[in-house]
């Protein structure tokens, strides 16, 4: 049984250098599915006794999903818009799930999910993030990172509803280490943020439409919540030129092809370069499934 | 010390089954200095008694041996043609050697290498590939590889010089299996197929403009050959167009953000699809350190 792949650690100097951190980047691009996600999907689909896993994502849960369950023989459902891009639903179809696009005019995603979730009440219905089997695949990074004794002052994930950090948090926290765990959130999308500053969570109105389209979620999860309100060191604010550059710099500077979500951990040290500086830190660099129109733009610009 | 650092190998299930062959690629994007160079450096800079080590490069030899030079201490020299990309010329500098620039219309690099060569003759002056330190360096990418075990038919890698595919050769030997290595070629720079089609080393008449700028030398070197000609299984040559497609599919389907001669050994799976059709074949993705400007053209085409 294929088990997710370690993280790979690289070195990128001319990086450190340039932003004065003492920066170690734990890339999860050649992470099975390309991204964090299959963590989570794996430790979902080989754990929950149902052999049938429903779920709704257009992203990265999605395809990481659909792959972990024809791995254990698990017939697998991914509810997604029906305006997602075809390169998209086509990656979920190839790694061997059913999906069923939703008129998202007509009918939300979640509307769909809870109809199909009656119409197969022996299916098990996963959360992207909000879910325990979720947290405790995404810790086995954190447990991973600590093993490795990298003495980090800090690990910087992307947020969205909370599943990466909240299981990060929770991996450190077993380690026994006093590294801190920071969020990287987009402005546009900064729900944890607010939810930080008013010690509760806060939905937004409306999706965002910040680049980092892993991290366009209404509101954390409440079982992340409950972990990350404990754990977390903070939540850094980056703003949509933060996420371009660092996009260009992991190109430039550390050859890796990072999604925008992806580079959110990297945007952060650009925003707050000063609680940084001279740190041992390491950014999560937690995805690559970059769309190739879009991601040719950001680099023809450097 | 600083030693080269292990070799990515990246699962791509859905490159796998678009080609119809059983590939495993082995990237050394994430080697020190983006590229399998720096094992060659490595080696040169740590072995020869010398404290000065003088090299003519425009490429990722340049680089590595700028950076493995100042890892143990040494002084480093690199010719550079004066029309040298500035990002070039600043990333040998940055690694801490210095840059000795020569105007190609009045001088030839190699005969500003014998200049430098008389100035200092206690410098050692190493090749990029006609070097037998260069050669075992190259050779520990083969060891690592034979010893994971992975059961390859072939290991395909890129050809300029012949240094990475000597090493190879030499590596495989050792472990006394039967994995056959092949040199991925650009047709438009096509010395070494010519060369085993002659039985002898065949010189080109002029550099190429093949895209795969790492490959564009003018023959194969001695000490190269004397390996090659016995121990290599082929040569396949490969097309501009099959280059570029290459590049394409390790973005789409393995996010790995390759240069042009990184993407040779997949541009031959291209090139030659029935001859490694249901094979277990090894890629060796090169280096990573690509023309920003270059590589987005590239990209937005898929």
């Keep these: 049984m294929k088990t997710p792949r370690p993280t790979t650690i690289v070195d990128a100097p001319r990086l450190s250098r340039k932003l004065g951190v003492d920066l170690v980047l734990a890339s999860e691009i050649h992470q099975y599915t390309g991204s964090f996600k299959f963590r989570a ?10 052999s049938h896993v429903i779920t709704a994502s257009s992203g990265n849960f999605g395809q990481a999903i659909a792959y972990a369950c024809s791995l254990v023989k698990k017939r697998c459902t991914v509810v997604m818009p029906a305006t997602a891009p075809k390169i998209k639903v086509d990656a ?28 197969f009440p022996d299916a098990y219905v996963a959360s992207p993030y909000d879910d325990a089997f ?3 695949g995404n810790a086995s990074l954190a ?35 006093k590294t801190q765990v920071l969020a990287a959130e987009p402005l546009l999308s900064n729900d944890a943020a607010e939810s930080f500053r008013a010690g509760h969570i806060v939905t937004l109105p409306n999706e965002s439409t910040t680049i980092a389209d892993g ?7 409440d079982r992340n919540w409950e972990i990350l309100s404990e754990g977390l060191a903070g939540v850094i604010e980056v703003t949509e030129e933060q996420i371009k550059e660092a996009v260009r710099l992991l190109f430039a500077l550390a050859n890796l092809k990072a999604e925008p979500t992806g580079a959110l951990a990297l945007g952060a040290v650009l925003a707050e370069p000063d609680r940084l ?8 660099i937690s995805g690559g499934n970059a769309d190739p129109a879009f991601y040719a733009k950001l680099v023809e610009g450097i």
């Design 41 to 50: 999907a794996h430790n979902v689909a080989s754990n929950v006794k149902q």
């Design 277 to 284: 500086k001279g740190k041992r830190v390491c950014c999560v």
């Design 143 to 177: 447990r991973e990172l600590m093993a490795l004794d990298l003495d980090l002052d800090f690990i910087i994930a992307p947020i969205g509803g909370g599943g990466l950090t909240s299981g990060l948090v929770k991996g450190v926290k077993q380690s026994g280490k």
């Design 92 to 119: 979920v179809r190839e790694y061997g799930a059913e999906v069923d696009l939703v008129d998202v005019t007509k009918k939300g995603r979640l509307e769909r999910l809870a109809e199909l979730a009656k119409e």
């Design 134 to 136: 979720v947290i405790e």
């Design 215 to 221: 991290a366009r979620v209404l509101r954390i999860g």
